[in-house]
Protein backbone atom coordinates (compact mmCIF):
# COMPACT_ATOMS: atom_id res chain seq x y z
CA UNK A 1 0.00 0.00 0.00
CA UNK A 2 2.94 1.82 -0.38
CA UNK A 3 1.54 4.16 -3.15
CA UNK A 4 -0.61 5.43 -1.28
CA UNK A 5 2.14 7.94 0.30
CA UNK A 6 3.27 8.89 -3.50
CA UNK A 7 0.63 11.72 -3.91
CA UNK A 8 2.21 14.26 -6.31
CA UNK A 9 1.37 17.56 -4.38
CA UNK A 10 3.57 15.74 -1.01
CA UNK A 11 6.04 18.59 -0.11
CA UNK A 12 8.30 15.40 1.42
CA UNK A 13 9.16 18.00 3.99
CA UNK A 14 10.06 17.01 7.46
CA UNK A 15 11.62 18.59 10.84
CA UNK A 16 15.48 17.32 11.58
CA UNK A 17 14.56 14.45 13.83
CA UNK A 18 12.84 12.53 11.47
CA UNK A 19 16.41 12.53 9.48
CA UNK A 20 17.78 10.46 12.48
CA UNK A 21 15.44 6.74 11.43
CA UNK A 22 12.57 5.32 10.47
CA UNK A 23 10.05 4.86 13.14
CA UNK A 24 10.77 2.04 15.23
CA UNK A 25 7.00 1.17 15.88
CA UNK A 26 5.78 0.72 12.80
CA UNK A 27 6.78 1.67 9.16
CA UNK A 28 4.06 2.96 6.58
CA UNK A 29 3.34 -0.10 4.90
CA UNK A 30 3.24 -1.62 8.70
CA UNK A 31 0.54 1.15 10.09
CA UNK A 32 -1.76 0.87 6.60
CA UNK A 33 -1.51 -2.79 7.06
CA UNK A 34 -3.09 -1.94 10.69
CA UNK A 35 -5.26 0.61 9.35
CA UNK A 36 -7.12 -1.94 7.68
CA UNK A 37 -7.26 -4.63 10.41
CA UNK A 38 -8.76 -2.15 12.82
CA UNK A 39 -10.82 -1.20 10.21
CA UNK A 40 -12.20 -4.36 10.03
CA UNK A 41 -12.81 -5.77 13.43
CA UNK A 42 -14.70 -2.68 14.37
CA UNK A 43 -18.76 -2.44 12.97
CA UNK A 44 -19.75 0.83 12.46
CA UNK A 45 -23.05 1.99 10.51
CA UNK A 46 -24.36 5.03 10.57
CA UNK A 47 -28.51 5.58 8.82
CA UNK A 48 -30.40 8.31 8.34
CA UNK A 49 -33.45 8.52 10.47
CA UNK A 50 -37.37 10.37 10.66
CA UNK A 51 -37.01 13.10 13.11
CA UNK A 52 -39.32 11.16 15.39
CA UNK A 53 -37.26 7.93 16.00
CA UNK A 54 -34.71 10.24 18.04
CA UNK A 55 -33.76 8.67 21.48
CA UNK A 56 -33.24 11.19 24.08
CA UNK A 57 -33.22 14.14 21.55
CA UNK A 58 -36.33 16.12 20.09
CA UNK A 59 -37.73 19.07 19.35
CA UNK A 60 -38.50 21.76 22.66
CA UNK A 61 -42.68 21.95 22.16
CA UNK A 62 -42.63 25.65 22.02
CA UNK A 63 -39.49 26.81 19.60
CA UNK A 64 -38.47 23.74 18.17
CA UNK A 65 -35.06 23.72 18.73
CA UNK A 66 -33.52 20.19 19.01
CA UNK A 67 -32.05 19.40 22.39
CA UNK A 68 -30.76 16.96 24.74
CA UNK A 69 -33.00 15.41 27.49
CA UNK A 70 -29.81 16.13 29.76
CA UNK A 71 -29.75 19.52 28.78
CA UNK A 72 -26.21 18.98 28.10
CA UNK A 73 -23.87 17.87 24.54
CA UNK A 74 -25.63 20.71 21.96
CA UNK A 75 -28.58 22.33 20.48
CA UNK A 76 -29.82 23.56 17.01
CA UNK A 77 -31.32 26.74 17.12
CA UNK A 78 -32.31 29.67 15.21
CA UNK A 79 -29.45 32.45 14.34
CA UNK A 80 -31.01 35.44 12.66
CA UNK A 81 -27.81 37.56 11.45
CA UNK A 82 -27.17 41.49 10.22
CA UNK A 83 -24.13 42.35 8.84
CA UNK A 84 -22.48 45.08 6.80
CA UNK A 85 -19.99 42.67 5.54
CA UNK A 86 -20.18 41.09 2.53
CA UNK A 87 -22.45 40.65 -0.47
CA UNK A 88 -25.48 39.22 1.19
CA UNK A 89 -26.40 41.38 4.91
CA UNK A 90 -29.42 39.75 6.26
CA UNK A 91 -30.13 35.68 6.51
CA UNK A 92 -31.38 33.11 8.90
CA UNK A 93 -30.03 30.15 9.79
CA UNK A 94 -30.27 27.07 12.38
CA UNK A 95 -26.36 26.95 14.18
CA UNK A 96 -25.36 24.75 16.96
CA UNK A 97 -24.96 25.84 20.10
CA UNK A 98 -22.81 23.77 22.35
CA UNK A 99 -21.28 26.61 24.72
CA UNK A 100 -18.68 24.11 27.01
CA UNK A 101 -15.41 23.72 26.07
CA UNK A 102 -14.02 20.35 25.11
CA UNK A 103 -10.49 18.92 24.84
CA UNK A 104 -8.53 18.28 21.43
CA UNK A 105 -5.49 16.50 22.38
CA UNK A 106 -2.29 14.67 21.43
CA UNK A 107 0.42 12.82 23.06
CA UNK A 108 4.01 13.33 21.82
CA UNK A 109 7.09 11.73 23.06
CA UNK A 110 10.66 11.39 21.92
CA UNK A 111 12.66 8.16 21.47
CA UNK A 112 16.33 8.02 20.39
CA UNK A 113 15.82 11.40 19.39
CA UNK A 114 12.58 11.22 16.88
CA UNK A 115 9.44 12.95 18.11
CA UNK A 116 6.54 10.63 18.26
CA UNK A 117 2.61 11.37 18.08
CA UNK A 118 0.41 9.13 19.62
CA UNK A 119 -2.71 9.22 16.99
CA UNK A 120 -6.14 7.48 17.40
CA UNK A 121 -8.16 6.04 14.81
CA UNK A 122 -11.54 7.00 15.42
CA UNK A 123 -15.06 6.66 13.97
CA UNK A 124 -17.07 9.78 13.84
CA UNK A 125 -20.96 9.63 12.31
CA UNK A 126 -20.23 12.29 10.04
CA UNK A 127 -17.30 11.45 7.98
CA UNK A 128 -17.31 9.96 4.66
CA UNK A 129 -15.39 6.89 4.99
CA UNK A 130 -16.32 6.78 9.42
CA UNK A 131 -12.71 6.16 10.43
CA UNK A 132 -10.07 8.79 9.78
CA UNK A 133 -7.26 9.80 12.06
CA UNK A 134 -8.05 11.41 14.91
CA UNK A 135 -5.95 13.27 18.02
CA UNK A 136 -5.35 11.13 20.91
CA UNK A 137 -8.09 12.66 22.80
CA UNK A 138 -11.16 14.10 21.24
CA UNK A 139 -13.79 15.09 23.69
CA UNK A 140 -16.51 17.64 24.71
CA UNK A 141 -17.03 18.37 28.37
CA UNK A 142 -20.39 16.30 28.22
CA UNK A 143 -18.03 13.50 27.03
CA UNK A 144 -15.53 13.29 29.66
CA UNK A 145 -17.58 14.44 32.63
CA UNK A 146 -19.88 11.21 31.55
CA UNK A 147 -23.29 12.40 30.64
CA UNK A 148 -23.82 10.29 28.30
CA UNK A 149 -22.99 7.32 30.94
CA UNK A 150 -20.26 5.78 28.81
CA UNK A 151 -16.39 4.84 29.39
CA UNK A 152 -13.93 7.74 30.25
CA UNK A 153 -11.75 8.26 26.55
CA UNK A 154 -8.51 6.37 26.95
CA UNK A 155 -5.40 8.92 27.87
CA UNK A 156 -7.92 12.38 29.50
CA UNK A 157 -5.65 12.04 32.50
CA UNK A 158 -2.19 13.41 30.59
CA UNK A 159 -4.46 16.38 29.49
CA UNK A 160 -6.30 17.02 32.89
CA UNK A 161 -3.08 16.10 35.54
CA UNK A 162 -0.42 18.22 35.17
CA UNK A 163 2.21 16.31 37.45
CA UNK A 164 1.57 13.51 34.63
CA UNK A 165 2.92 15.80 31.54
CA UNK A 166 4.59 18.30 30.32
CA UNK A 167 2.11 20.54 28.82
CA UNK A 168 4.01 21.65 25.30
CA UNK A 169 0.92 23.79 23.23
CA UNK A 170 -2.06 24.45 25.45
CA UNK A 171 -4.24 27.55 23.65
CA UNK A 172 -8.44 27.62 23.28
CA UNK A 173 -9.59 27.55 19.46
CA UNK A 174 -12.57 28.11 17.52
CA UNK A 175 -14.64 26.08 15.51
CA UNK A 176 -16.50 26.67 12.18
CA UNK A 177 -18.06 30.25 12.68
CA UNK A 178 -20.49 29.25 9.74
CA UNK A 179 -22.04 26.19 11.94
CA UNK A 180 -21.65 26.71 15.73
CA UNK A 181 -22.05 30.36 17.66
CA UNK A 182 -18.92 30.49 19.29
CA UNK A 183 -17.55 27.45 20.05
CA UNK A 184 -14.05 27.04 21.13
CA UNK A 185 -11.83 23.67 21.98
CA UNK A 186 -9.06 23.66 24.15
CA UNK A 187 -6.28 22.38 21.43
CA UNK A 188 -3.42 20.25 23.55
CA UNK A 189 0.05 18.85 22.83
CA UNK A 190 1.16 17.21 25.97
CA UNK A 191 5.21 15.61 25.98
CA UNK A 192 5.26 12.05 28.14
CA UNK A 193 8.58 10.82 29.50
CA UNK A 194 7.20 6.90 31.27
CA UNK A 195 6.22 4.20 28.66
CA UNK A 196 2.69 4.05 28.11
CA UNK A 197 -0.03 0.76 27.41
CA UNK A 198 -0.97 1.46 23.72
CA UNK A 199 -4.56 0.66 23.67
CA UNK A 200 -5.85 -1.22 20.37
CA UNK A 201 -6.59 1.66 17.90
CA UNK A 202 -3.80 4.01 19.04
CA UNK A 203 -0.32 3.95 17.63
CA UNK A 204 2.91 6.27 17.13
CA UNK A 205 3.39 8.22 14.54
CA UNK A 206 6.44 10.55 13.71
CA UNK A 207 5.79 14.08 11.77
CA UNK A 208 6.83 12.67 8.28
CA UNK A 209 4.17 9.78 8.50
CA UNK A 210 1.72 11.96 8.88
CA UNK A 211 2.44 14.62 6.62
CA UNK A 212 2.30 11.96 4.30
CA UNK A 213 -0.96 10.83 5.40
CA UNK A 214 -2.47 14.58 4.93
CA UNK A 215 -1.64 13.83 1.14
CA UNK A 216 -4.55 11.07 1.56
CA UNK A 217 -8.09 12.25 1.00
CA UNK A 218 -10.59 12.19 4.03
CA UNK A 219 -7.62 10.71 6.05
CA UNK A 220 -6.69 12.88 8.66
CA UNK A 221 -9.55 14.47 10.45
CA UNK A 222 -10.16 18.17 11.10
CA UNK A 223 -9.44 17.65 15.10
CA UNK A 224 -5.97 16.73 14.31
CA UNK A 225 -5.02 19.37 11.68
CA UNK A 226 -6.15 22.12 14.28
CA UNK A 227 -3.90 20.60 16.91
CA UNK A 228 -1.17 20.41 14.94
CA UNK A 229 -1.20 23.68 13.35
CA UNK A 230 0.53 24.67 16.27
CA UNK A 231 3.06 22.02 16.76
CA UNK A 232 6.18 23.64 14.99
CA UNK A 233 6.30 25.45 18.53
CA UNK A 234 6.66 22.15 20.04
CA UNK A 235 10.33 21.92 19.84
CA UNK A 236 10.90 26.04 20.63
CA UNK A 237 11.64 28.56 18.03
CA UNK A 238 10.33 28.12 14.46
CA UNK A 239 14.43 28.91 13.75
CA UNK A 240 15.55 25.31 14.90
CA UNK A 241 13.69 24.40 12.04
CA UNK A 242 16.27 25.76 9.29
CA UNK A 243 19.15 23.82 10.01
CA UNK A 244 16.83 21.29 8.14
CA UNK A 245 16.64 23.30 5.30
CA UNK A 246 20.56 23.13 5.34
CA UNK A 247 20.94 19.56 6.16
CA UNK A 248 23.15 17.71 3.13
CA UNK A 249 21.03 14.10 3.86
CA UNK A 250 17.83 15.59 2.96
CA UNK A 251 17.57 14.71 -1.05
CA UNK A 252 19.32 11.86 -0.22
CA UNK A 253 17.29 10.00 2.18
CA UNK A 254 13.31 11.27 1.26
CA UNK A 255 14.34 11.45 -2.61
CA UNK A 256 13.83 15.71 -2.72
CA UNK A 257 13.65 17.16 -6.25
CA UNK A 258 15.60 20.12 -6.92
CA UNK A 259 13.22 20.96 -9.46
CA UNK A 260 10.82 22.07 -6.93
CA UNK A 261 11.80 24.56 -4.80
CA UNK A 262 8.48 25.40 -3.11
CA UNK A 263 9.31 23.19 0.32
CA UNK A 264 12.63 25.45 0.30
CA UNK A 265 10.45 28.56 -0.10
CA UNK A 266 7.98 27.44 2.99
CA UNK A 267 10.64 27.27 5.13
CA UNK A 268 12.05 30.60 4.43
CA UNK A 269 8.71 32.06 4.59
CA UNK A 270 8.76 30.47 8.22
CA UNK A 271 11.76 31.55 9.29
CA UNK A 272 13.14 34.78 7.47
CA UNK A 273 11.57 37.44 9.26
CA UNK A 274 13.41 39.98 7.48
CA UNK A 275 11.80 40.61 4.09
CA UNK A 276 8.50 40.21 5.37
CA UNK A 277 6.09 42.84 3.58
CA UNK A 278 4.17 44.06 6.65
CA UNK A 279 5.65 44.45 10.17
CA UNK A 280 3.52 42.29 12.86
CA UNK A 281 2.18 45.19 14.77
CA UNK A 282 1.37 46.50 10.86
CA UNK A 283 -0.78 43.49 10.54
CA UNK A 284 -2.21 43.07 14.27
CA UNK A 285 -3.20 47.12 13.37
CA UNK A 286 -5.17 46.27 9.97
CA UNK A 287 -7.08 43.63 11.78
CA UNK A 288 -7.89 46.23 14.99
CA UNK A 289 -8.80 48.58 12.45
CA UNK A 290 -11.49 46.20 10.13
CA UNK A 291 -12.97 45.16 13.77
CA UNK A 292 -14.10 48.81 14.08
CA UNK A 293 -15.43 48.76 10.56
CA UNK A 294 -17.46 46.15 10.29
CA UNK A 295 -20.47 45.03 12.22
CA UNK A 296 -22.25 41.68 13.47
CA UNK A 297 -25.55 41.53 14.54
CA UNK A 298 -26.89 38.46 15.74
CA UNK A 299 -29.93 37.35 17.66
CA UNK A 300 -30.85 33.99 18.87
CA UNK A 301 -33.98 33.01 17.44
CA UNK A 302 -36.66 29.71 17.84
CA UNK A 303 -35.59 27.15 14.69
CA UNK A 304 -39.75 27.32 14.00
CA UNK A 305 -39.20 31.16 13.10
CA UNK A 306 -36.27 30.72 10.76
CA UNK A 307 -37.36 32.32 7.78
CA UNK A 308 -35.94 30.80 4.35
CA UNK A 309 -35.98 26.93 5.39
CA UNK A 310 -38.44 24.27 4.99
CA UNK A 311 -39.25 21.57 6.83
CA UNK A 312 -40.07 17.59 6.64
CA UNK A 313 -39.75 14.76 8.45
CA UNK A 314 -36.83 13.55 7.55
CA UNK A 315 -34.31 17.38 7.00
CA UNK A 316 -34.65 20.99 7.34
CA UNK A 317 -32.73 22.55 4.50
CA UNK A 318 -32.56 25.71 2.43
CA UNK A 319 -35.32 26.76 -0.28
CA UNK A 320 -32.64 27.18 -2.45
CA UNK A 321 -31.61 23.52 -1.85
CA UNK A 322 -27.88 24.79 -1.08
CA UNK A 323 -25.71 25.96 2.46
CA UNK A 324 -26.37 22.41 3.94
CA UNK A 325 -29.80 20.94 6.13
CA UNK A 326 -30.47 19.19 9.50
CA UNK A 327 -30.87 15.79 9.87
CA UNK A 328 -31.25 12.82 12.46
CA UNK A 329 -28.95 9.43 11.93
CA UNK A 330 -29.28 6.39 14.10
CA UNK A 331 -25.08 5.22 14.52
CA UNK A 332 -23.80 1.77 15.84
CA UNK A 333 -20.35 1.64 17.03
CA UNK A 334 -18.17 -0.81 18.31
CA UNK A 335 -15.36 1.13 19.43
CA UNK A 336 -17.14 3.91 20.82
CA UNK A 337 -17.50 5.60 24.91
CA UNK A 338 -21.23 4.39 23.58
CA UNK A 339 -21.67 1.58 21.19
CA UNK A 340 -25.62 2.91 20.22
CA UNK A 341 -26.36 6.30 19.44
CA UNK A 342 -29.02 8.80 17.76
CA UNK A 343 -28.78 12.78 17.07
CA UNK A 344 -28.90 15.34 14.69
CA UNK A 345 -26.01 16.36 12.32
CA UNK A 346 -25.47 19.17 9.75
CA UNK A 347 -25.63 17.41 6.23
CA UNK A 348 -23.71 18.74 3.07
CA UNK A 349 -23.94 16.72 -0.23
CA UNK A 350 -21.46 19.11 -2.11
CA UNK A 351 -18.12 20.68 -1.67
CA UNK A 352 -16.61 23.10 -0.29
CA UNK A 353 -13.57 24.76 -1.44
CA UNK A 354 -11.01 25.93 1.67
CA UNK A 355 -7.41 28.06 -0.32
CA UNK A 356 -4.90 29.75 0.02
CA UNK A 357 -3.24 32.18 -2.47
CA UNK A 358 0.55 32.69 -2.22
CA UNK A 359 3.59 34.66 -4.18
CA UNK A 360 6.99 35.91 -3.42
CA UNK A 361 7.25 39.38 -2.14
CA UNK A 362 10.65 40.67 -1.24
CA UNK A 363 11.90 37.04 -2.82
CA UNK A 364 9.42 35.58 0.26
CA UNK A 365 6.51 33.57 -0.17
CA UNK A 366 3.14 35.54 1.59
CA UNK A 367 0.01 33.85 1.65
CA UNK A 368 -3.06 36.20 1.03
CA UNK A 369 -5.13 36.11 4.73
CA UNK A 370 -8.85 37.16 4.33
CA UNK A 371 -10.31 38.86 7.18
CA UNK A 372 -13.48 37.28 7.81
CA UNK A 373 -17.10 38.03 9.40
CA UNK A 374 -18.95 35.16 10.33
CA UNK A 375 -22.31 34.57 12.32
CA UNK A 376 -20.82 32.03 15.12
CA UNK A 377 -17.17 34.28 15.14
CA UNK A 378 -16.41 35.30 19.25
CA UNK A 379 -15.06 38.94 18.25
CA UNK A 380 -16.75 39.37 14.61
CA UNK A 381 -13.69 38.64 12.37
CA UNK A 382 -11.23 35.65 12.27
CA UNK A 383 -7.96 35.40 9.76
CA UNK A 384 -9.06 33.01 7.15
CA UNK A 385 -7.65 31.31 3.68
CA UNK A 386 -8.00 33.95 0.86
CA UNK A 387 -11.26 31.70 0.09
CA UNK A 388 -13.49 29.86 2.00
CA UNK A 389 -16.94 28.87 0.68
CA UNK A 390 -19.43 25.77 0.47
CA UNK A 391 -20.63 24.94 -2.75
CA UNK A 392 -17.83 26.04 -4.99
CA UNK A 393 -18.55 25.01 -7.68
CA UNK A 394 -22.40 26.36 -7.91
CA UNK A 395 -21.08 29.91 -6.55
CA UNK A 396 -18.44 30.06 -9.05
CA UNK A 397 -21.25 30.28 -11.82
CA UNK A 398 -23.70 33.20 -9.44
CA UNK A 399 -23.34 36.95 -8.90
CA UNK A 400 -22.45 35.86 -5.44
CA UNK A 401 -18.93 34.58 -6.14
CA UNK A 402 -16.04 35.13 -3.54
CA UNK A 403 -12.92 37.16 -4.12
CA UNK A 404 -10.59 35.21 -5.97
CA UNK A 405 -12.06 31.99 -6.12
CA UNK A 406 -11.86 31.88 -10.30
CA UNK A 407 -7.66 31.80 -9.43
CA UNK A 408 -8.42 27.89 -7.93
CA UNK A 409 -10.59 26.95 -10.49
CA UNK A 410 -8.47 28.23 -13.76
CA UNK A 411 -5.17 27.15 -12.20
CA UNK A 412 -2.37 25.46 -13.50
CA UNK A 413 -1.05 22.29 -12.96
CA UNK A 414 2.52 24.11 -12.10
CA UNK A 415 0.90 26.59 -9.97
CA UNK A 416 -1.06 24.07 -7.74
CA UNK A 417 1.42 23.08 -4.59
CA UNK A 418 -1.39 21.24 -2.63
CA UNK A 419 -4.92 19.54 -3.61
CA UNK A 420 -6.83 17.74 -1.14
CA UNK A 421 -9.99 16.87 -0.36
CA UNK A 422 -10.52 17.04 3.75
CA UNK A 423 -13.65 16.18 6.01
CA UNK A 424 -14.55 18.83 8.31
CA UNK A 425 -15.38 17.26 12.21
CA UNK A 426 -17.68 14.65 12.07
CA UNK A 427 -18.88 14.16 15.29
CA UNK A 428 -21.36 17.45 14.13
CA UNK A 429 -20.97 17.36 10.65
CA UNK A 430 -22.46 14.77 8.12
CA UNK A 431 -20.34 14.30 4.99
CA UNK A 432 -19.15 17.70 4.82
CA UNK A 433 -16.05 17.83 2.64
CA UNK A 434 -13.54 20.61 1.46
CA UNK A 435 -11.21 21.01 -1.75
CA UNK A 436 -8.14 22.51 0.34
CA UNK A 437 -5.59 23.72 -2.12
CA UNK A 438 -2.71 25.98 -2.45
CA UNK A 439 -1.90 28.30 -5.86
CA UNK A 440 1.03 29.85 -6.39
CA UNK A 441 1.22 32.90 -8.24
CA UNK A 442 4.03 34.72 -10.07
CA UNK A 443 5.04 37.88 -9.96
CA UNK A 444 2.37 39.53 -12.42
CA UNK A 445 -0.44 39.34 -9.72
CA UNK A 446 -1.57 42.41 -8.18
CA UNK A 447 -0.27 42.59 -4.51
CA UNK A 448 -2.99 45.56 -3.80
CA UNK A 449 -6.17 44.13 -2.69
CA UNK A 450 -9.63 44.33 -0.64
CA UNK A 451 -9.20 45.82 2.27
CA UNK A 452 -9.76 42.88 3.85
CA UNK A 453 -6.66 40.96 2.57
CA UNK A 454 -3.44 40.94 3.46
CA UNK A 455 0.01 39.71 2.80
CA UNK A 456 1.55 37.26 5.43
CA UNK A 457 4.83 35.52 5.52
CA UNK A 458 4.44 32.13 6.91
CA UNK A 459 6.36 32.57 10.06
CA UNK A 460 3.92 35.63 11.08
CA UNK A 461 0.87 33.15 10.13
CA UNK A 462 2.32 30.53 12.21
CA UNK A 463 2.50 32.76 15.32
CA UNK A 464 -0.96 34.38 15.12
CA UNK A 465 -2.40 30.78 15.06
CA UNK A 466 -0.68 29.97 18.20
CA UNK A 467 -2.18 33.37 19.43
CA UNK A 468 -6.07 32.60 18.03
CA UNK A 469 -6.44 35.13 15.31
CA UNK A 470 -6.78 32.06 12.44
CA UNK A 471 -9.94 29.76 12.14
CA UNK A 472 -10.58 26.51 11.78
CA UNK A 473 -10.31 26.17 7.77
CA UNK A 474 -7.36 28.34 7.85
CA UNK A 475 -5.55 26.23 10.29
CA UNK A 476 -6.37 23.08 8.78
CA UNK A 477 -4.67 24.31 5.45
CA UNK A 478 -1.74 25.27 7.10
CA UNK A 479 -1.37 22.19 9.18
CA UNK A 480 -0.96 20.50 5.69
CA UNK A 481 1.66 22.87 4.83
CA UNK A 482 3.20 23.53 7.80
CA UNK A 483 6.73 22.16 8.68
CA UNK A 484 5.82 20.31 12.12
Known amino acids: MSNLFNNKFGFNIFP ?31 DQIPFNLMDKWGFEKRTKNIVHDSGKFFRVEGLRVQTNFGKTKKWDQPIIVQPEIGILGIITKKVSGIRYYLMQLKMEPGNVNIIQLSPTVQATKSNYTQVHKGKLPCYLEYFLDRGKSNFLVDSLQTEQGGRFLRKRNRNMIVEVEEDIQI ?60 DDNFSNELLESMVNDGQNFYSMDQIISWFTELKTKYELHVEHIPLRKVMGWKWSS ?7 NRFFSVVAVLVKAGSREVTTWTQPLFKSTSYGLIGFVTKKINNILHFLVQAKVEPGNFDILEMAPTVSCSDYQLRFKSDNKPEFLDIFIDAGPGMVKYDVVQSEEGGRFYHFQNRCIVVEVDESFNRNVPDNYKWMSLGQMMKLVKQGYFNIEARSLLACIGLF
Open 314 to 320: MEINHKS
Open 199 to 258: KDDFCWLTSGQIRKLLTINNFVNMDSRSVLSCAPFVDGDLNKHYEFLRHPERDKVFNYSM
Open 16 to 46: PSFLKGKNFFQNEEEFMSWFESRRRANYFSV
